[in-house]
């Protein structure tokens, strides 16, 4: 299946439902991808973005740490599927030269990229089960949200624009 690398470009609030939305676009600002996270999720991502140190490790510091300590790295994080609504990932280690994939929500898998600066990468059927699914939802109440996210710019990206 063939992966578009893209980056973190910003993290919002969702205007309708008030949760997070951490948006990802291609290296070529032509394609974006918005996948909704937790609260705390967020504030893991925000708290990178921004740099910003922590008394002790948070969670996916200290999952740095052990792999920095183990001399294993991230080689990518793949958004691989979206099912029912769900965003799924995996996180491709790398150890001697031997790859290991692992299961994680994109969140944490977009988190842990953040601190280990590996690139990001979305499977091309994603994108367009998003935009399949983006028109269903249309007929909803979501009609606003989709209109939002089509016309958003740069600017609108906030404090946590990338």
């Not at 999720?41 to 200290?62: C, F, G, Q, V, Y």
């Not at 979501?142 to 624009?161: H, P, V």
Request: charge should be negative.
């Amino acid at each position: 299946m063939a992966e578009v690398e893209m980056r973190i470009r910003g993290l919002m609030m969702d205007p309708v439902t008030n949760m997070p939305i951490v948006i990802l676009k291609d290296l070529d600002d032509s394609m974006m991808l918005p996948i909704w996270v937790g609260v705390y999720e967020a504030n893991a991502i925000a708290l990178e973005i921004e740099k910003i140190a922590t008394p002790r490790p948070m969670t996916h510091d200290l999952i740095r740490n052990m792999l920095m300590g183990c001399e294993t790295g991230i080689q990518r994080v793949v958004v691989s599927e979206l099912k029912d609504d769900t965003f799924f990932a995996v996180i491709w280690l790398e150890r001697a030269g031997e790859l290991v994939s692992i299961d994680s929500r994109p969140s944490d898998a977009l988190a842990l990229a953040l601190r280990l600066d590996c690139p990001i990468y979305v499977e091309e059927q994603v994108i367009a089960s998003s935009k399949v699914s983006a028109a269903v939802s249309e007929k909803s109440s979501s009609e606003e949200l989709k209109r939002w996210l089509e016309n958003l710019g740069d600017e609108d990206l906030g404090q946590y624009k990338m």
